[in-house]
């Protein structure tokens, strides 16, 4: 038997021979400890024995000389039914899928850490959030309403569900890229998922809301304004999971040492500011890199660039009416604007680690918001009581049954000594003869906790006297003053966006009816709104049928104007093949310098070595798509070369004599990050590339010159604002 492969070293091309032990998984990858109901650990780590042993055996550990042929009466003769491996191989195999989650299917998620500042320890007794206490963290994020293989920059809300693996018990905060909700009762959630899921006949649209009866429902129940305005805005198509706010959308309620109680609401604050793709861009993406956001949250955290958010809250006093500012905090469907409760930071999030099996972690993974922890209570916000319900019960249909809890991922990292026993897939051996209280028969054990000892004790909030009805508040009726003022909020670029996502999803809508009801609503948000996308539809302009609200606008709400860090961005290199490695490579090492991906485009695969070092392509004129790249620095004269296609343009007599002929692929490549913001910078010799694109060398985010490392200076400050945001003109 052989040693161990070090993890990285390259493996032979052929089938390795000789046995040897399985590679056990990095440190960082080993499930926790699996405990006993007496809080003993049970023996290995089952991630471990699920691959012991250097042989290929079957489920029950005999060994297998042959693997590849069914087992025949001859060579050309029927397969036996005596053929045991073979039933048990593809039995297993029919059964290796389970139900996808009924929303949130689609998702990535990654493994880190959680460091508390202890700010919030004046609010909570949340051990986790005293001052400097590190907590492992396992974060998935997701679309909501696609399949399981669904395209990830598809419109929709974006998931960020995070399980905090305390000391005191698993903490799941479960929220959403939007810090508002669709429906303000939980009785509704069928319906809205039911409009916005394919249609039953034909099961089509995949993944979008781009139909009619997700307009058909948003358009008759108008608390879901606010929530469709912000699907509508650039935070429908964030540009990476990296950079997305993360909210706890319900009011939570937290209590202190001493007893006294806060009102919050969380908030996720990324590290990288938060940015949206353009519409093409994700339309193009959805085609070419259906993984586009699983890709860059797995590649980041490979390359180092770990994200990073800074967890807030928002604070108001616990007060018996439950509003802020006359905000009802009940209400799902509203904010609390920043510039009235300023979000405080309490702990910073860091993701350094992929999992190592997607169906084991990322899959199996069960969050619920009802796994809190001292400390952290939920209030009574109707939608939040039915989420209460709906995760544990979800999860035992997904998960096969009530013990889901023992799957690895979901392991709690505090003691487990619950007493629930039995049950479909039940992985522990307990011990004992009593599972049940009061016991003396298993010494009384185990024992209840006083508050002091760590126990989890409901805030006792006060229930208001009052009859049993199936009402909704007063101030849940307010359905418009907040999408308002997030309009109002907006940029003009912003706000163009916003009414081009109204103009394409009514425009899929084949019914005028819908078409019209949802420029009613958009009436009552805005007239500009309303007439720029009744413009687009060639519809007449509705008045509106409730008077506007007086409302401040909440500059927090913009993405646009701050300059961010670029950790983790994408440079594509576009070179010729002709121009010396030498200049490439310097400008690479600049990029890679500066914390950016450099990722490098050349005509053909393998090896550039025209003159200086050799230096490998990483992307081909075939293989890359504008959508991968924040911005585009050319080097040399790409490209000439490849005639026969190159000088298809040339041919086509629409460009001025001079120009060189240049591989359409780049041409393309050139256009669509011009039309998506993108900053273009190049050496002197890419101004030939610029101009068969049909492209101005003095437009704004153009940077042409022979200093590389003033270009790319010029190329890094025009990516800190994320796009260069004067070619989106705006007439609003
Ligand atoms: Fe969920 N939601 N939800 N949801 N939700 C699920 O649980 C549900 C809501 C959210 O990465 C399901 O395990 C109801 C709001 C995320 O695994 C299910 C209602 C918010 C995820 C469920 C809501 C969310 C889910 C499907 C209205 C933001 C993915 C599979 C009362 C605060 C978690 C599962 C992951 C998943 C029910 C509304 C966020 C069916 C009934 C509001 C991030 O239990």
């Not at 021979?17 to 399985?22: F, L, N």
């Not at 013990?403 to 619950?418: E, S, T, W, Y």
């Not at 009384?444 to 009859?467: H, I, M, N, R, T």
């Not at 070369?641 to 041409?667: C, E, F, I, M, Q």
């Amino acid at each position: 038997m052989t040693a161990n492969h070090a993890p990285h070293e390259p493996t032979e091309p052929h089938e390795p021979r000789e046995p040897h032990t399985p590679l056990p998984p990095p440190p960082d990858q080993e499930g926790p400890e699996t405990v006993s109901p007496t809080g003993q650990a049970t023996g290995e780590d089952p991630a471990r024995v699920a691959q012991s042993g250097a042989y290929l055996t079957t489920a029950q550990g005999a060994r297998l000389y042959e693997s590849d042929h069914s087992l025949k009466a001859g060579a050309r003769g029927p397969v036996l039914l005596q053929d045991h491996h073979l039933r048990e191989k593809i039995t297993h195999f029919d059964h290796e899928r389970i139900p996808e989650r009924v929303v949130h299917a689609r998702g990535a998620a990654a493994h880190g850490v959680f460091r508390s500042y202890g700010t919030a320890s004046r609010v909570t007794k949340a051990a986790f959030l005293a001052p400097d206490v590190e907590t492992p963290v396992f974060v998935r994020f997701s679309t909501v309403l696609g399949s399981r293989g669904s395209a990830d920059t598809v419109r929709d809300t974006r998931g960020f569900a995070t399980k905090f693996y305390t000391e005191e018990g698993t903490f799941d905060l479960v929220g959403n890229n939007i810090p508002v909700f669709f429906i303000q009762d939980a009785v509704k959630f069928p319906d809205i998922i039911h409009a916005g899921k394919p249609h039953p006949d034909r099961e089509i649209p995949q993944a979008q809301s781009a139909h009619d009866t997700f307009w058909d429902f948003v358009t008759l129940h108008t608390e879901a304004t606010h929530h469709t305005l912000w699907n509508m805005s650039d935070r429908g198509i964030p540009r990476s999971y990296r950079m997305m706010e993360g909210f706890g959308v319900h009011t939570f309620r937290l209590e202190a040492e001493d007893g006294g109680t806060t009102l919050v609401k969380f908030h996720w604050k990324p590290r990288l500011g938060v940015h949206s793709l353009v519409w093409e861009e994700a339309q193009i993406a959805g085609g070419v890199d259906p993984d586009f956001h699983r890709r860059d949250l797995h590649d980041a955290i490979e390359a180092g660039a770990f994200p990073q958010w800074e967890l807030g809250i928002q604070t108001f006093p616990d007060t018996p009416e439950q509003t802020f500012e006359g905000i009802d905090l009940l209400d799902p469907t509203k904010i609390v604007p920043e510039e009235l409760a300023p979000v405080q930071p309490i702990g910073l999030l860091t993701l350094n680690a992929n999992p190592k099996n997607f169906f084991a972690e990322t899959e199996q993974v069960a969050f619920h918001p009802g796994h809190l922890v001292p400390g952290i209570d939920i209030t009574d916000d109707p939608l939040l009581a039915g989420r209460l319900f709906s995760y544990l019960d979800t999860q035992i249909s997904r998960l096969g049954g009530p013990n889901f809890a023992q799957l690895p991922i979901n392991r709690p990292h505090a003691p487990v000594n619950d007493m629930h026993r039995d049950g479909m897939h039940q992985t522990a051996v307990h011990t004992g003869i009593a599972p049940y209280r009061p016991n003396s028969l298993d010494g009384g054990c185990p024992f209840l906790a006083s508050a002091e000892q760590g126990a989890y004790v409901e805030v006792p909030v006060a229930v208001p006297e009052s009859a049993k009805r199936r009402v909704a508040p007063e101030s849940f009726g307010d359905h418009f003053s907040q999408p308002r003022q997030f309009w109002l909020s907006m940029t003009p670029t912003e706000r163009e966006h916003i009414i081009a996502a109204y103009t394409f999803e009514l425009g899929k809508c084949a019914v005028q009816a819908v078409r019209e009801r949802a420029l009613t609503v958009l009436a009552n948000i805005d007239p500009v709104l309303c007439e720029g996308v009744a413009a687009g539809l060639g519809l007449p302009v509705p008045p509106a049928t409730v008077p506007f609200a007086d409302v401040e606008p909440s500059p927090a709400l913009s993405q646009l104007g701050a300059v961010w860090p670029l950790d983790g961005r994408t440079v594509g290199i576009v070179t010729d093949g002709t121009t010396s490695t030498d200049t490439v490579r310097a400008v690479h090492d600049a990029v890679d310098a500066a914390g950016m991906v450099p990722l490098i485009v050349g005509p053909t695969g393998g090896t550039l070595d025209a003159t200086g070092a050799p230096l490998m392509v990483r992307r081909t004129f075939a293989t890359a798509r504008s959508v991968e790249f924040d911005t585009l620095f050319l080097v040399g004269a790409p490209a000439p070369g490849l005639d026969a296609r190159g000088s298809l343009d040339a041919k086509a007599g629409h460009l001025p004599a001079d120009t060189p002929p240049v591989d359409p692929r780049v041409t393309l490549l050139l256009n669509e990050a011009y039309r998506h913001g993108k900053a273009i910078g190049g050496t002197a010799g890419a101004a030939g590339a610029l101009r068969a694109a049909g492209l101005p060398e003095d437009a704004p985010g153009v940077v042409l010159g022979d200093d590389t490392g003033a270009v790319l200076a010029t190329l890094t400050e025009l990516l800190g604002k994320h796009r260069v945001w004067q070619r989106f003109p705006s007439a609003l």
